[in-house]
């Protein structure tokens, strides 16, 4: 009854409602102050028409420089014809089946097979298609209820399961994924997940308690009471004075520590993390942040314990501070000294955003579970997927065999015409070497934005790959935000329109994030018309810190 009077007031007198979280958590109105309206911005953008490229037109035929691509989605750009042809012969042949009760379809089976093979920062064993990254993340945390595996066609003994056999595919909630896990294992306490202080995972339930942003909390009785919240690691806004980068990383790790310790290492059930925070405000991790998680704990474990985490003899060409066996332990130590999950958010950061294929090779990360979606179909078909390691995955299967069947699934998990355009995006990530042309424009990219540092409203520019953010501050200090109803990201974002490009406006914060095909004339596209929206934001602050006077 509650949610249904909370519907009925959000929805009262509205025929359309969008959702405007990022821009209403970081206070952004219209600004009659700032925003200068003339026959240029009024009614010009109508609504998307059609895309081609890195391009996109709205209804009066405006062209615009796509530099977002959608939501972080369209690393391929818009009308790729390959895409375009997958989706209509799977539309030809079965355009929908659904996956309960051991039924599949190829597409998704081929798909399962290929995305395992395609991650590789460590083995996963399943996998289970949603719809999108929040579905993702809902699923990861409350544990399996009705959840189809596919393997080879034979049926098992049990005739409502399918054991595994070269690949399998497995349908399920994170969240529940989890909690299903432990319950399994005898350990009904481990609840409380952990996530970080301005991290984004997502809108649903579940997903909208892990992000750490309050405004998606306030009027909706969120967070739930076993979600809690660990320091961002945003070493410019929240480092001590004189504190060094690793020094910040080192008191994050501690911090995190003891608040595991303070709940009870018995009741935390796993830690979720983007390898690279996206919607928060593009926050790479600081110096050592996934390496102290490691040390950390290795300083205080037994050898019989952890013995992977015993020093080894560095071998010529390897790096002596974080060894390929370090790697393997880095965020994960101090979570399996106390058998806590490691779950990496990849929504943003895969399918070669970086210039690694996912951000956990990036990093060294190596999960237990993982959530994709966006360029996993290169936003041309909504799909999302979460990937599991085959211990958990094996623990699953057995107790399910116990109880006889899984009861947790969605109508369109494993959608055919959604794994058939997801499998061939794959594809063109691998023909087209995607992860080395990232690499190669990524210089470009990153020295042509950077360049601008010095711009006196200008507090932080951070991103790596095709992914950077501009902080916009007074004095370069993170203590000095401008007012908010300045607008001035705002303004920034429509001085970019303006000149026929798009880009994310959160606050006072700036995201760029184009299609991974654009191609370098396009991105000095982009340095030309950040150099022309910068020097009018420029002015614009001038003038308002003039009236303020």
């Known amino acids: 009854m509650m949610f249904a009077n909370l519907l009925r007031s959000t929805l009262k007198n509205t025929q359309v409602v969008t959702t405007r979280i990022l821009m209403k958590h970081l206070q952004v109105k219209r600004s009659s102050t700032l925003q200068k309206e003339d026959s240029t911005t009024k009614n010009a953008e109508g609504f998307k028409e059609k895309s081609e490229g890195p391009y996109v037109y709205d209804s009066n035929g405006t062209k615009y420089l796509d530099a977002l691509a959608g939501l972080w989605c369209t690393a391929l750009g818009g009308s790729e014809e390959r895409l375009i042809a997958a989706a209509t012969a799977q539309l030809n042949t079965l355009p ?28 996963m064993g399943k996998v289970f298609f949603t719809s ?24 098992s003994s049990n005739p409502k399961i399918s054991k595994p056999d070269y690949h399998t595919l497995l349908h399920s909630d994170r969240v529940k994924l989890v909690w299903y896990y432990n319950n399994a294992l005898g350990r009904p306490t481990k609840k409380k997940f952990i996530a970080l202080q301005n991290s984004y995972h997502g809108v649903t339930l579940i997903s909208a308690s892990l992000s750490g942003i309050s405004v998606m909390h306030e009027g909706f009785d969120l967070p739930t009471p076993f979600v809690l919240h660990t320091d961002c690691p945003n070493y410019w806004r929240f480092h001590l004075p004189g504190e060094t980068e690793e020094e910040f990383s080192t008191r994050l790790v501690d911090n995190l520590e003891k608040l595991i310790l303070k709940e009870g290492p018995e009741t935390i059930v796993a830690f979720m993390t983007e390898p690279l925070m996206g919607v928060g405000g593009v926050i790479p991790p600081p110096k050592t942040y996934y390496e102290k998680l490691s040390w950390m704990s290795a300083l205080r474990l037994e050898p019989r314990t952890l013995p992977s985490l015993c020093p080894i003899p560095v071998q010529k060409g390897e790096r002596s501070t974080t060894s390929a066996r370090h790697d393997e332990q880095k965020i994960q130590a101090i979570l399996k000294k106390y058998d806590i999950l490691l779950i990496a958010d990849e929504v943003i950061c895969a399918f070669g955003r970086l210039g690694t294929m996912f951000g956990c090779d990036k990093y060294g990360i190596k999960p237990d579970l993982v959530s994709i979606a966006k360029a996993f179909s290169s936003g041309y078909m909504p799909i999302g997927a979460i990937l599991m390691s085959p211990k958990i995955a094996e623990v699953i299967l057995s107790h399910s065999d116990k109880l006889g069947f899984f009861a947790h699934g969605f109508t369109f998990s494993g959608h055919p015409v959604s794994c058939a355009v997801a499998l061939e995006v794959l594809k063109i990530y691998k023909e087209r070497n995607i992860v080395e042309q990232v690499q190669s424009l990524s210089p470009r990219f990153q020295a042509g934005i950077r360049a601008f540092f010095d711009s006196p409203i200008i507090g932080d520019i951070r991103g790596t790959g095709l992914l950077i953010g501009t902080e916009f501050t007074d004095k370069k200090s993170p203590n000095c935000p401008f007012p908010p109803q300045w607008g001035v990201g705002e303004y920034f974002g429509a001085e970019c329109k303006k000149h026929g490009m798009i880009v994310r406006c959160a606050g006072n914060i700036i995201v760029l994030s184009p299609p991974l095909i654009i191609t370098p004339q396009e991105i000095d596209k982009i340095i030309s018309i950040y150099e022309k929206a910068l020097k009018a934001t420029e002015e614009r602050v001038k003038e308002l810190k003039s009236e303020k006077k």
């Open 96 to 123: 929908f089946y659904h996956s309960f009760w051991n039924h599949a379809s190829k597409p998704s089976m081929d798909l399962a097979k290929e995305l395992l093979n395609t991650f590789t920062a460590t083995k």
């Open 132 to 155: 999108s990254g929040s579905e993702a993340n809902d699923t990861q945390v409350f544990g399996l209820r009705t959840c189809r595996i596919y393997s080879d066609p034979s049926p």
